[in-house]
């Protein structure tokens, strides 16, 4: 017998990694700008002018600070 639960489970997309600089912290909630202008909310340890690795409303670590290059096919 097949277990559903894991079968609904792999129709879901997977969190995606996102990545955005730090604007404003508020206890341990950081406001995060996105490269394409939205902004989002996540927990974890950041500073204010910091790039971060975001994933699922939570900080995942540092991210580099390289420019960002937006190109279309």
Known sequence: MSNLYREFMALM????????????????????TLPGGGVIHARGAATVGQRVFVR????????????YVQGEA
Do not use: K
Not at 56 to 67: F, K, V, Y
């Open 13 to 32: 997309p997977a969190r995606p990694l996102e990545v955005g600089d730090v604007t404003a912290i508020n206890g341990s909630v950081a406001t995060i």
């Open 56 to 67: 699922d409303g939570a900080i995942e670590g540092q991210a580099p600070a390289l420019t």
